[in-house]
């Protein structure tokens, strides 16, 4: 455990729970919303957003300049035509899922234990979102006609190609984008309210009263309220499964020997849980030390989120399994050689790193010390997003560079623009997380108060 | 900052001491400087530094410098004229404003020209016409037509009545429209490389023949290898006006050799023009006929036409072709036997095969070669006596040149499969050799020296000192499109025209004779042609025009010469056809063969023309330096071809710097390893390493002439080779070279082809589930066919593709990463050993899917089918997703990864005005030159008439020299295209993955002899 409160009930008593029933409504308001409300702004917060926001300067250095001289700053070359854009693309969206998943689809199988995690990880989902969305807009020849790939009425009397999955990717981002975000605020809303009546800075409370729309608390209020969740959550919920599924489209719908697998729907979602769980741990642990909620996001919390991160890495492992399998079953010559080239190829040090990081180290998440132990919590899920990011790499890379002609074989190895660019959006991403934490309540205070409250019931 | 306060803060600093500060308490009026100004008029010595007026400019010092950098011509003018400044600025502010009047940079000249299709007066604005003319390298003609739009020349293709083309081309004549508008271009007279002017050339000219004796002693000319009847008339009034000047004669890829071994077998210089359609046995001895010797494409053409399969409605035979050679050429990739030999060993090989046929007395050779394949020649020769043909190579010794006419004299193979000419122009005093003349200037002998083209300072044999020699000329002039290494030396430089802004005449590899007519004017005022050089050394006022004219009006019998001319110019070929002499084998051969001259000792060391820059004049053509060569795939350097087994034997590898030693002198580049190379032979590319005149091609590759020597300039003995531990990078386009995974080239013996037609099916899974039927094309429905087994890998499809389509080149680097923009591309594949593999030939355009899969991914609708089945890309509807390339399983389509457009104003002449350049960002491919089909529609429908079959075509399937790429209507059922998909050899490549190619393949099939077939052992 990084740090101890002792003012934690949970600590002193030792037997922290997922349900902190002995916690009071009255202390979880005052404690998170101490986080928002103090004048005190601790020093690490400003280094950190400070080095984030320079990161996120990067991010628009290499943008401008992408746009300016071209996609070709990135190591691509025909036939690799994407590498580092899109395995970000995939890699950001994956991100977001976990948030989803934690808010929407656990609110709906009322896993109560959510609550605590569930506006951090659907602030993540949000955040990651915004990342990822700007990839298939930069990663075009001329992203300043990126407005063709939606229908909207034209002179020209065009639509864009209905059968292209990069079609359907808008529409899955776009309406991702538009359930998550609305979810995102309307939770927000009863603590913004709490936040607007405890605040004493009148800019503060000026500011909480006109974002939290009103909400006075009124019984037909939280009546709509929970209607309202429990709506988007049920129209949310699918978007975990779809969302993904349309991303792993965007390669199974194509003819290229390693991207043409029916299994990739169900796998991308699997591996888009796994590396959003591991980006929830990396980080939620930091920070629940740093504002001292061990109490609120416990142990069980962190072990829960490890369980399920196990679950959904055998399920990746599951799909590596097939990759490999699929083409020999089939048969197929040119697939056989496609997964022979890649576990021993030019890119077979990144198909095995990724093997490594992904299926082997999660199989420690099988030990509940491991599970419950937080710093080996995050260097296992650090070492699955190093995973699940060379996954999408090796998806992308291998498939393409190993042509069906040989003829046109030629593998194409990251510049520095590209290693760049694997980690500037990081930039984007802590940039607003960084905000998030200092700006608006971290944990939902409401929901967590109803547990407490139904906890004592 | 306004003028006038811009004026005053110049002035104060012009100032400088006495100015303290300006604005309020030194203020100044605007019209104080005007006023105190020109009164006084200008005041060159006076402290004022300020100026407001191109005026007051021409009396700074760096006017001139200013002058010198934008208006060079201008600057030696004023030098010359001794006009004051004022006055020179008033005619160059009315130039210039001219220059607008003038607009374009091109203008016909003015003498008529006669168009190929469509005379002068029907010009269409948008149409293009076409003007035939024929293009010199290596002193052989080509004919070519000259495409011009509104008087823009911007294509060469091959003129279909010329013996030497049939219409075909290769790549340096497709190339050779870059070389009018290559910005590297001279434009200037040159003094000792500073600016002159011509008139200053030509009494500087007149000066130094004025100070030789009458006789002309002291005055040297040298010319390239002259193919031009009216310059050898020149030379020969020279020669004749002035008995005791000389004339030599320089060609870095010379015939030489040829006409010492002719010399020897039948005792005079001829020529051998060979009969490829009446052999049926071809035995290559080094002989690049295919691609590398001029008459190839004629050759090539009448090659294919020997080999060409079809099983429905034509020929099942094939000939039978046997190469040695030591380095891999299109010709031991389209051998049904190959043998790579080292070159000792091939003159080895050369007196064995005469032996063994009954020519030449000589000791039986004995060397280390496969017997099974010396017997089989031996044997299918004798065979195949009066229908076979043995031919020897450009740089073979004389004495391997004379055995192999000794052999098709013995065959009886003279009259039928080779032929004789009398070496063209008859030379009007044998030319004296390059060595010759350094000896002359070395001896102090040559005065004056006229340099006819060629770059021989560059091109010179290492071992002479051609280029200290030139420098002890007192007066020396280097006539050169070019200020390239030689001028650099001579003493004036005047530069020189294109063949497509002259008029003069050429002959060709069998002595067809074409008029060299130009469709425009020079683009530069100062350019002069070898002609008009030689009248001017004449005294001769006339004009190039008027004296190439009476060189064929006193040959000419007839009545009506004016028809005669009108006919020549129409059709691009003069008076008759080559004329054939007798042949007379000597009797005492034998004792005339010079003895082996090479041994076998260290490694061998080849010498060989670039594929693409050939001699190095092209090393300046970014079309030529980056078109991959078509064995080694190279693109943008030469290398160091060794074979694997040497590679092992040295401890290199690809790109790893080596060292080599041979003859007294050093010479460093990167090792490529070249499968089927014979071991223990290098093989050095010649033209790369330029040094000046070529700014995109200097500092490319290494200069092989650095250690090449007078005595073996092809062949050598004795080198060392060691790795410097250094690496150099080369391009390549291709990095793979098997062909086994999916079988892209269908390969069967004759035999075979014969007991199973359909075998194109045998490797493949084939079946055909369609959910939906198929597009019923009512109107066109385009297709092609390409034969891979007359595909002789030329690269004139790549090249052709490039200039009609605007294909941008990408540079060194871009092709590093895999970025070159060819619409259409040649793989190569090998099979077998890599001592000795079977080369295929791939030419890969775009397949044209029925069911496209680039189109499905596609999520703007910018490539789409049309409705005669051409997969279409709309470049400005593309956002650049690039999908649509991933997807492609034929990797055909290519990208703008950054902005590959070439902005140089001159360059944009030689662009295509009916195809669109692409800009960064957008995908592009393939078109099926659909701007070709859109003229044909408009034409054919102005008429009320379907498009004729073989009205379009593609420009790859019009520059393809054995028509291997066949283009027309599906729907049209006796169209060509669809006679070769008829034959059961035709496959679609990948066919199995249901994309349905509207372009598809001829399997390549072999011929091997019995005794040799591997596939039956």
């Known amino acids: 455990m990084l740090s101890d409160d002792i003012r934690d009930p949970a600590i002193r008593t030792g037997t922290p729970s997922t349900r902190p029933g002995w916690l009071t409504p009255s202390w979880v308001m005052d404690r998170v919303g101490e986080l928002v409300l103090t004048s005190k702004t601790p020093l690490w917060w400003w280094v950190c957003l400070a080095l984030s926001f320079a990161m996120l300067g990067a991010f628009g250095f290499i943008l401008t300049n992408i746009v300016q001289q071209g996609v070709g700053l990135w190591a691509f070359n025909i036939p690799v035509i994407w590498g580092v854009d899109i395995t970000n693309f995939v890699f950001w969206i994956g991100i977001g899922h976990a948030g989803t998943l934690i808010s929407a689809v656990l609110l709906l199988f009322r896993q109560t234990w959510r609550t605590s995690l569930s506006r951090f990880a659907e602030s993540m989902t949000l955040f990651a979102l915004a990342v990822a969305g700007l990839f298939p807009i930069f990663h075009l020849g001329r992203p300043w006609l990126a407005l063709w790939l939606v229908p909207y009425p034209n002179t020209l009397g065009l639509n864009p190609q209905w059968r292209s999955p990069l079609v359907w990717d808008v529409f899955a981002i776009s309406t991702y984008l538009l359930v998550s975000a609305p979810f995102w605020y309307m939770a927000l809303l009863p603590d913004m309210a709490a936040m607007r009546d405890k605040a004493k800075n009148p800019v503060v409370r000026g500011a909480f009263a006109a974002l939290c729309l009103g909400w006075r608390g009124d019984h037909s209020h939280w009546e709509r309220y929970h209607t309202a969740s429990f709506l988007l959550a049920a129209i949310g919920t699918p978007l975990v499964i779809s969302v993904h599924s349309i991303v792993g489209l965007d390669f199974a719908v194509s003819i290229i020997s390693g991207w043409h697998q029916t299994v990739f729907p169900p796998y991308f979602v699997a591996g888009a849980v796994f590396s959003g769980l591991a980006m929830v741990l990396v980080m939620a642990v930091p920070l629940r030390s740093a504002f001292k909620l061990q109490s609120l996001i416990t142990m069980d919390h962190l072990e829960n989120a490890a369980k399920l991160m196990l679950v959904t890495g055998l399920l990746v492992g599951y799909g590596y399994l097939m990759e490999a399998f699929a083409p020999y079953?089939?048969?197929?010559?040119?697939?056989?050689?496609?997964?022979?080239?890649?576990?021993?190829?030019f890119y077979a040090p990144y198909f095995w790193s990724m093997v490594v990081a992904n299926v082997a180290f999660?199989?420690?998440?099988?030990?509940?010390?491991?599970?419950?132990?937080?710093?080996?919590?995050?260097?296992?899920?650090?070492?699955?997003?190093?995973?699940?990011?060379?996954?999408?790499?090796?998806?992308?890379?291998?498939?393409?560079?190993?042509?069906?002609?040989?003829?046109?074989?030629?593998p194409s190895v990251p510049g520095v623009w590209d290693i760049a660019t694997i980690f500037a959006p990081f930039g984007l991403f802590l940039t607003l997380m960084f905000l998030f934490i200092r700006l608006l309540p971290l944990l939902p205070i409401h929901e967590v108060q109803e547990v407490i409250a139904e906890g004592h019931d | 900052m306004t003028n006038d306060s811009m004026a005053r803060h110049h002035h104060d600093l012009g100032h400088g001491q006495d100015a303290h500060g300006h604005g309020h308490d030194h203020p100044h009026h605007p019209d104080h400087d005007h006023h105190h100004h020109h009164p006084h008029g200008p005041q060159p010595s006076g402290p004022r530094k300020q100026w407001r007026s191109l005026e007051e400019m021409a009396l700074e010092e760096r006017f001139e410098e200013l002058l010198r950098r934008d208006y060079p011509k201008q600057a030696a003018a004023l030098e010359q004229s001794g006009l004051d400044r004022r006055t020179f600025l008033k005619l160059m502010g009315a130039s210039l404003a001219l220059t607008g009047l003038t607009g374009c940079a091109t203008r016909p000249p003015t003498e008529p020209i006669i168009p190929y299709v469509r005379t002068p007066e029907e010009v269409i604005p948008g149409r293009p016409i076409y003007f035939a003319s024929a293009m010199s390298l290596g002193g052989f003609a080509t004919g070519v037509l000259i495409e011009t739009h509104e008087g823009r020349p911007t294509r060469i293709d091959g003129n279909p009545r010329h013996p030497a083309s049939l219409g075909a081309s290769d790549v340096t004549m497709q190339a050779s429209i870059l070389e009018l508008y290559n910005p590297d271009r001279s434009i200037d007279v040159r003094n000792n490389d500073n600016l002159a002017t011509w008139e200053a050339f030509r009494d500087a000219l007149d000066a130094a023949l004025a100070a030789l004796p009458a006789d002309g002693a002291g005055l040297a000319v040298l010319t390239e290898?002259?193919?031009?009847?009216?310059?050898?008339?020149?030379?020969?009034?020279?020669?004749?006006?002035?008995?005791?000047?000389?004339?030599?004669?320089?060609?870095?890829?010379?015939?030489?050799?040829?006409?010492?071994?002719?010399?020897?077998?039948?005792?005079?210089?001829?020529?051998?023009?060979?009969?490829m359609a009446a052999a049926d046995v071809i035995v290559s001895l080094d002989a690049d006929f295919l691609t590398g010797m001029p008459g190839s494409l004629r050759y090539a053409r009448e090659f294919a036409d020997r080999r060409r399969v079809r099983m429905i409605g034509g020929q099942t035979t094939m000939n039978r072709l046997y190469a040695v050679e030591s380095t891999p050429t299109s010709v031991g990739a389209m051998a049904d036997h190959r043998l790579p030999l080292a070159p000792s060993q091939i003159e080895l090989f050369a007196r064995a095969l005469a032996q063994a046929l009954g020519v030449g007395a000589g000791a039986a050779a004995v060397g280390l070669w496969d017997a099974a394949f010396f017997n089989t020649v031996v044997a299918d020769l004798q065979e195949h006596s009066g229908n076979s043909l043995v031919i020897a190579g450009r740089g073979q010794p004389p004495a391997v040149q004379a055995l192999a006419h000794a052999i098709n004299a013995k065959l009886g193979n003279v009259g039928r499969t080779v032929v004789y000419t009398r070496s063209f122009p008859a030379a009007p005093a044998n030319p004296g050799s390059l060595p010759d003349l350094v000896q002359a200037m070395n001896s102090g002998a040559v005065r004056a020296l006229v340099i006819l083209g060629g770059n021989p300072a560059y091109t010179a044999p290492a071992d002479i000192g051609f280029a200290t020699a030139l420098s002890q000329v007192p007066f020396s002039v280097h006539l050169s499109p070019y200020n390239d290494e030689t001028s650099a030396r001579c003493t004036w430089h005047v530069p020189q025209t294109h063949y497509i802004e002259e008029w003069s005449d050429a002959v060709a590899y069998d002595g067809t004779v074409s008029i060299v007519q130009p469709p425009i004017g020079p683009l530069y005022a100062d350019v002069r042609s070898p002609i008009e050089m030689m009248a001017l050394l004449l005294g001769d006022t006339r004009s190039s025009y008027e004296i190439v004219r009476e060189t064929w009006q006193a040959t000419y019998d007839g009545d009506n010469f004016e028809n005669y001319w009108h006919q020549a110019l129409h059709n691009g070929v003069i008076g008759n056809a080559g004329v054939f002499v007798e042949a007379t084998l000597r009797d005492d051969l034998s004792a005339a063969l010079p003895p082996v001259t090479m041994t076998a000792a260290g490694l061998e060391v080849v010498f060989q023309p670039d594929a693409n820059l050939f001699d190095g004049r092209f090393a300046g053509n970014s079309w030529l330096l980056e078109l991959p060569n078509p064995i080694s795939k190279l693109s943008w350097d030469n290398a160091v071809l060794i074979s694997p087994n040497t590679a092992l034997q040295l401890g290199v590898q690809n790109e790893s710097e080596v060292e080599i030693i041979y003859a007294g002198r050093t010479l460093r580049g990167p090792v490529w390893i070249q499968p089927g190379q014979a071991d223990n032979v290098i093989t050095l590319n010649l033209g790369y390493g330029r040094e000046r005149g070529a700014s995109v091609g200097q500092g490319v590759g290494f200069n092989a002439y650095a250690i090449r020597t007078a005595i073996a300039p092809w062949y050598g003995s004795g080198a060392q080779v060691r790795a410097t531990g250094g690496t150099l990078q080369l391009a390549t386009t291709q990095r793979r070279y098997d062909a086994e995974l999916n079988y892209p080239v269908r390969v069967a013996t004759l035999e075979k082809f014969m007991e199973r037609p359909n075998f194109v099916d045998d490797k493949v899974h084939r079946q055909e589930i369609m959910l939906f039927p198929d597009f019923p094309y009512e109107d066109y429905k385009w297709g092609m066919a390409i034969d891979l087994n007359t595909c002789v890998g030329c690269n004139a499809c790549v090249i052709a593709c490039q200039t009609e389509n605007n294909i941008p080149t990408v540079g060194k680097s871009q092709v590093r990463?895999?970025?070159?923009?060819?619409?259409?591309?040649?793989?190569?594949?090998?099979?077998?050993?890599?001592?000795?593999?079977q080369t295929y030939f791939q030419p890969v355009p775009c397949m044209h899917c029925e069911t496209a899969p680039c189109e499905l991914v596609c999520p703007v609708q910018a490539t789409v089918h049309s409705s005669e089945g051409l997969n279409q890309m709309v470049y400005n509807r593309c956002v650049g997703t690039r999908y649509c390339s991933a997807n492609c399983p034929y990797g055909v389509r290519r990208f703008n990864f950054m902005d590959y457009i070439d902005t140089t104003p001159i360059l944009q002449e030689v662009r295509n005005p009916d195809v669109s350049v692409r800009a960064q960002g957008i995908m592009e491919k393939c078109s099926f030159c659909v701007q070709r089909i859109s003229a044909a529609r408009i034409a054919a429908k102005k008429e009320g008439r379907r498009?004729?079959?073989?009205?379009?075509?593609?420009?790859?399937?019009?520059?393809?020299?054995?028509?291997?790429?066949?283009?027309?209507?599906?729907?049209?059922?006796?169209?060509?295209?669809?006679?070769?998909?008829?034959?059961?050899?035709?496959?679609?490549?990948?066919?199995?993955?249901?994309?349905?190619?509207?372009?598809?393949?001829?399997?390549?099939l072999t011929n091997p002899h019995e005794a040799l077939d591997q596939s039956k052992s």
């Open chain 2, 947 to 1004: 498009i004729q079959d073989g009205e379009v075509q593609p420009a790859c399937a019009v520059a393809c020299p054995t028509q291997a790429i066949v283009f027309g209507d599906m729907n049209d059922r006796n169209s060509w295209v669809n006679s070769l998909k008829a034959q059961p050899q035709n496959y679609a490549l990948m066919g199995d993955i249901q994309t349905k190619p509207r372009t598809t393949y001829l399997a390549r």
């Open chain 2, 817 to 837: 990463l895999g970025r070159e923009m060819y619409w259409i591309r040649l793989d190569r594949y090998y099979e077998g050993s890599l001592e000795n593999p």
């Open chain 1, 329 to 345: 079953y089939a048969g197929h010559k040119e697939e056989v050689a496609l997964f022979n080239d890649r576990v021993a190829g």
């Open chain 2, 225 to 275: 290898r002259v193919n031009s009847p009216t310059l050898a008339r020149q030379l020969d009034a020279l020669l004749a006006a002035r008995p005791a000047a000389t004339w030599y004669q320089y060609e870095p890829v010379g015939d030489e050799a040829i006409l010492a071994g002719t010399s020897i077998a039948f005792g005079e210089p001829l020529t051998p023009v060979y009969r």
């Open chain 1, 362 to 410: 999660s199989q420690l998440l099988w030990f509940r010390p491991v599970r419950r132990n937080p710093v080996l919590l995050v260097l296992i899920s650090l070492v699955i997003l190093v995973g699940m990011w060379l996954e999408r790499f090796v998806i992308i890379v291998t498939s393409l560079y190993a042509h069906r002609l040989t003829s046109m074989w030629n």
